[in-house]
Nanobody, 122 residues
Framework: QVHLMESGGGSVPAGGTLRLSCVVSGENVRPNSMGWFRQVPGKEREGVATIVTGDTYYAESVKGRFTISLDNAKNTVHLQMSSLKIEDTAMYFC?????????????????WGQGTQVTVSS
C-alpha cells in the first residue's frame, strides 16, 4: 500500500508562486511514476505534470510555468508553480503508479492523495 500526503496549497495573487509537496510512504511498493493532477468542481480531473522513471511531462497549459521534481532522499515529489493564473485555481492531487504509459491520464495511476487547494486571485 502507498500513502500520499500533499501540502503547500494556499491563496496567492495572479503572477505569484507556490510549491506543492507530496510525501510518498508505504511498504513493499515503490512507484516509478508520479503525477500532479487538478480538478475544479463540475469538471474532470486533468493531468498537470508527471515524472516517470525520471522523465518529466507537462500539460500544454502549464509548460514553462510549472516544474515537477523528485527528491528521492525524502521520498517527496514537488510541483513548483510560478506565474500563476486565475485559471490555475483548483484542488491539486498527487498520484502514483507503476510503468504509466499515458502519462496525463488519471486512469493510469493507482494511488492518490487527498488533495490540496490552490486559489489564485486577481
Amino acid at each position: 500500500q502507498v500513502h500520499l500526503m500533499e501540502s503547500g496549497g494556499g491563496s496567492v495573487p495572479a503572477g505569484g508562486t507556490l510549491r506543492l509537496s507530496c510525501v510518498v510512504s508505504g511498504e513493499n511498493v515503490r512507484p516509478n511514476s508520479m503525477g500532479w493532477f487538478r480538478q475544479v468542481p463540475g469538471k474532470e480531473r486533468e493531468g498537470v505534470a508527471t515524472i516517470v522513471t525520471g522523465d518529466t511531462y507537462y500539460a500544454e497549459s502549464v509548460k514553462g510555468r510549472f516544474t515537477i521534481s523528485l527528491d528521492n532522499a525524502k521520498n517527496t515529489v514537488h510541483l513548483q508553480m510560478s506565474s500563476l493564473k486565475i485559471e490555475d485555481t483548483a484542488m491539486y492531487f498527487c498520484a502514483a503508479g507503476m510503468w504509466v504509459a499515458d502519462r496525463l491520464s488519471e486512469k493510469e495511476y493507482t494511488y492518490w492523495g487527498q488533495g490540496t487547494q490552490v486559489t489564485v486571485s486577481s
